[in-house]
């Protein structure tokens, strides 16, 4: 459970957090297995017997004053009593874990309902037949190279959904028809058409007739001509009812069979837009993105075209469902109405625009060997004096309680932001010796395989089965106050600080569109600057013209301000808010949108502005970061490079580079090293690159180079990217400050 705030010590009071123009908020990782500072939980167990503050709910902690027969809440002040149980327990010298960290990891006992559920992870794939030769082939590499453990269930859909029966000698296939004006109901259950049991077969008995059953998949434009008299087939060939196909694979996987599973995930693979059925998209409003004049194109294409995934996402939350999108297309595919099934069911969402270098298979075997948390809820408190404001990432709140979120599933990497507001315009200032404080609970359920488990000699558990586990993990921190604009501005944690603004440009994007997004981001880097030279008091008031060049827009004061202006360009730099006549593509837009709002603020960073190191050799490094701009790398002299934008990983060997330097690196050099430890570390796969200059095209590495590149796409050769957007941004600072 990783917790960052954007600044260590909090603004004191309303005023200073108005004037500091920063914003104040925190990045939760909950499932992360350490803190932000690499330390474990406390584990232990009785979650459920931890004393709660009867006036705020919080849990006991360590920051809690505590006597023989009562304990303060360190987040409101009341005074609790203790149990004798408690007292009993307590007692006893490191008896309870939350007496000896403030960071705890606690079992809690099973309800009624987790006990009968079937712990074994349930995995369904659903595969695009309305699709091609190569798509299917890289399906089923992404599919074998990932199954193990699990209850596999296979299924695919056209205008047809197909459900496979592995079990058997040979594997059997069931189609049933997806009527085109269905009301989300089938000709007949899938239940009546194979029952349950018979299409989740386990993976470990039926793997090789489930490699069988995959090689029979054809795509349906192969299907005609076979003489099987299939003439509707023939009409209807080329649909994708892949709306239908959800929801109804969702309803057999769901409770109302009496089969509760733990943890059931659906993998859709889809290879272009849902275009048949309950759910079919309208992709003509891709072409006609310009046509409404004046208008915001890239607004036209942000929105949901019907709430029709969006509802059944919550149909799936309902059923306890996980679902992933798997999109291999270049086609226009809408995932801005897709979306919402994977990102509010917890699922991922994955976008590769072809099937030649895709990760798909790499991305899938991640997936599945990691481990997840599902049915999560989580909480965040404060102390008395301010209150969580909005919150940010792919939850949702819970329907009667205010602050609580819920998660169907998240892994390790997951990450939620909070933003915070003041109770009152006291702020800190009234009890000068009460700190800030921050409780983050997070109730969520694990699968313990197997082999997980300690095989005590006694053989008490049974060690074929897989168990479920139901945790407590509790987090409690303090923070400091800055007494004045200067602490404040010292104590800026910019990762922090950019994930908060990424979610606010996103969300101002999606309402408001792209361009309304990027001002929001010039404006509240234009109005920081100024409150920033307004405390240094670096303006010299009243001397007109002279005042231009007093405007310090490089923060020289404050080493902890000084990455924001740099951050801020690169994120107008960034396809998330450059323009579709810049080539970006709306599925892309979006796609990105999904990944940078669940990722943690380090990664964040790095996927707006890429680290570029430089190595002498293969095995030596030369420099460990330089800007992303042409004139530091001819400076340099370093012959290789290498650029880590977290989604893409790029070597680069200059033009000038030794002939005799190994290209490509070899495999045990520490360039290597570096890039296989960056892979095996990271949520997803980023792509490899090695492009030796002079030799092959480097536009795929220099289009990284964006410090020398206009920051809005459209400008002129002449303007010098950053220098000149900094120019501009002290011109606005300075019409702001009239
Ligand atoms: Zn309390």
Known sequence: MALRATVVRFP???????SSGLPWGVTVTPFASKDENGNSPVYGSGGDLIPRCENCWAYYNT?????????TCSLCGTLNGLSSETIARYSLPESAPENMSSFVDLELPLEGSEEDMQARPVYVAAIDLASSEEFLELTKSALLAAL????????????KLGLYDVQGPIPVVKNVFLPQDSDGTLPIELEDAMPLFSFLAPVETCKDRIASALETLRPTSSWDGTGSGQGLDRILLGGRGFG????????YLGSEHGNTFALARIFAFLSGPPDYGPGQLDTRRYGEQYASKGEDAELALLPEQTPFYKDLAAVA??????????????EYTDL??????????GGSLFLYPNTDDSTLPQDMYRMLSRPYAFNCIMRLRTSSEFKPGNSYGHFFPDPQYENVQHVICCDSYATYAYDFDFENNHGFSRHTSELPMLQLAFQYTVVVSPQELPTSGSGLTSRSKYTIKRRLRIRTMQFGVAHNINELYDSVEHEVVLSILVHKVILASLSEGVREGRMLLHDWLVILTAQYNDACKTVANGYGSSIGSLIDVTFSQCPQLQPLPRLVFALLRNPLLRFHEEGIHPDYRIYLQCLFSGLEPSSLHRAIYPLLTSYATPDKLAYPRHSLSRAALLTSESPIFFLDAFTTLIVFYSSTADPTLPYPPPHDC????????????????????????????????????IEEQDVDGSGFASVMGFVSFLEEVSQSVLEYMK
């Open 63 to 71: 920051y809690c004053d505590q006597d023989q027969w009562a304990w």
């Open 244 to 251: 239908l196909a959800m929801e109804t694979l969702i309803s």
């Open 317 to 330: 939350v309902q059923a306890g469902v996980c679902i992933d999108i798997l999109a291999v297309t270049n």
């Open 670 to 705: 520490l360039l290597r090293t570096t890039i296989n430890k960056l892979k095996q570390e990271r949520s997803m796969t980023p792509r490899l690159m090695f492009i030796r200059g002079g030799q092959e095209d480097p536009t795929p590495f220099e289009n990284y180079l």
């Open 148 to 159: 193990e453990g699990s209850l596999f269930g296979l299924a695919t859909f056209s205008h």
């Open 12 to 18: 004191s009071d309303p005023d200073a957090q108005e």
């Open 336 to 345: 801005a109405s897709l979306k919402f099934l994977s990102i509010d069911s």
